[in-house]
């Protein structure tokens, strides 16, 4: 399976980024899904897309800590404008679905994105 | 604190407080949350009771403390404590050699991770009159791997309070991370932003109704700081303000709402 990218992934499962648009190419190499952020600094990992209904600040280090290939942010989250400056000072994709976390982690894996 | 009169020593008196206030120990807070301007600006609000309360550690408690002798502020030492369920509790104690002692048990349930400071901000340790004195290099904006009734519990073994935190909040909270109040907290205080409307609030959530509620600050910055929640009692003492949250003896906890 070729590896894809932020922009392939947003493309097919029609996804609205917010931030880092410059950034969108980068690949895509797993998945995580939790809405703890200590759980997801644990099981995230290096050019994974993080699904999770949170869209506070913490979400933008943690993505950027780990470098991340992106956040979706589920069930019609928008985060706060604060948040979206400073993810774009981060080069943190933040990508939007009013979809359920369920809903995406089912399309990203149907996609092909393995989950560890 | 003035010396009690010795024959007066039970009169009920009045506390303004704010019990949930940061410091630059936060990495979120703003630089100006120094014991001198903190104790200032409380002043000026009327305070004369707060609490100290950092993410998971308390190494500024003891300054603001220290700053604090001589006038007529009563500082708690305490800190702003993350459970594993990513749920904010404020634990307050009277003294400052106990909430150490918690910090003790606390940093051993903290993953040995290192504070990246452009991310979660700088975590300055200073003294009484504001001087750097060091930098924790340890992640404190994280989750101490403790349960809920665990944190409720050891607190009180060590005789301090432990409120859930801003409860109305989207993240952090008791509400949004359990959807409801364990039992572990069926009685006792929650803790309120100063954004919460006690009529929509209640609705939102009616399990916050017939509840003792408190609005502090949750200060980052001085501007932050609240004075709309008041305790009747003797003394500014956990004994004391627990008995004023279930409202015994004639102690109460008051909470001026109308400034929504």
């Known amino acids: 399976m070729a590896v894809i990218s932020v922009k392939t992934v947003f493309e097919k499962i029609n996804l609205e980024p917010i931030s880092a648009i410059a950034e969108v190419r980068r690949p895509v190499l797993g998945g995580y899904a939790s809405d703890l952020l200590s759980c997801a600094m644990r099981g995230a990992k290096k050019d994974f897309l993080w699904v999770t209904l949170q869209s506070h600040i913490n979400v933008v280090a943690i993505a950027s800590l780990l470098n991340l290939a992106g956040v979706i942010i589920t069930e019609g989250n928008r985060p706060a404008p604060e948040v979206v400056t400073q993810a774009e000072k981060e080069k943190v994709i933040l990508l939007l679905s009013p979809a359920n976390t369920f809903s995406i982690v089912g399309q990203l894996t149907a996609l092909g994105i393995p989950g560890e | ?260």
């Open chain 2, 1 to 260: 604190m003035n010396e009690d009169n010795p024959f007066d020593h039970d009169r009920l008196r009045l506390f303004k407080a704010d019990l949930h206030i940061h410091t630059v120990l936060s990495g979120c807070a703003e630089i100006e949350m120094i014991p001198s301007l903190i104790l200032w600006q409380a002043e000026k609000k009327g305070l004369n009771l707060i609490a100290v309360t950092d993410h998971n550690a308390c190494h500024n408690a003891e300054a603001v403390m220290e700053a604090a002798m001589g006038t007529n502020i009563h500082v708690l030492p305490g800190m702003e404590l993350q459970s594993r369920e990513e749920v904010h509790l404020l634990c307050l104690f009277d003294a400052v050699e106990t909430c150490k002692e918690w910090q003790e048990k606390v940093f051993q349930k903290l993953p040995p991770m290192v504070n990246r400071e452009k991310l979660f901000g700088p975590q300055y340790v200073v003294n009484a009159a504001g001087e750097w004195l060091w930098t924790e290099e340890r992640l404190l904006a994280t989750s101490a791997d403790m349960t809920l009734e665990e944190i409720v519990d050891q607190v009180a073994s060590l005789g301090g309070v432990t409120i859930p935190a801003h409860v109305d909040r989207p993240s952090f909270s008791l509400l949004s991370n359990l959807g409801l109040v364990p039992e572990v907290f069926s009685h006792g205080p929650l803790e309120v932003t100063s954004f919460f409307n006690p009529q929509t609030g209640c609705q939102q959530w009616p399990q916050l109704r017939n509840r003792c509620l408190i609005v502090n600050g949750d200060a980052h910055r001085l501007q932050e700081i609240q004075n709309r929640t008041t305790f009747k009692m003797t003394h500014p003492l956990i004994r004391e303000m627990v008995m004023a949250f279930q409202g015994q003896q004639g102690r109460q906890v008051m909470v001026e709402w109308s400034k929504n």
